[in-house]
């Protein structure tokens, strides 16, 4: 039972952190894209 919750949590924080990075990079990458257009 443990190693589920633990899993679960482990699977939480991936998606919250990669979430979090697309959103933090969508902007970053959309504004090099301007820049060198």
């Known amino acids: 039972m ?4 633990k ?6 924080q991936y998606t919250a952190t990669l979430e979090y ?3 933090f ?3 970053i ?4 894209m301007k820049n060198t257009n």
Do not use: E, R
């Open 2 to 5: 443990y190693a589920i919750d």
């Open 21 to 23: 990075t697309q959103v």
């Open 29 to 32: 990458t959309v504004s090099y």
């Open 7 to 12: 899993g679960a949590i482990n699977y939480y």
């Open 25 to 27: 990079l969508k902007p």
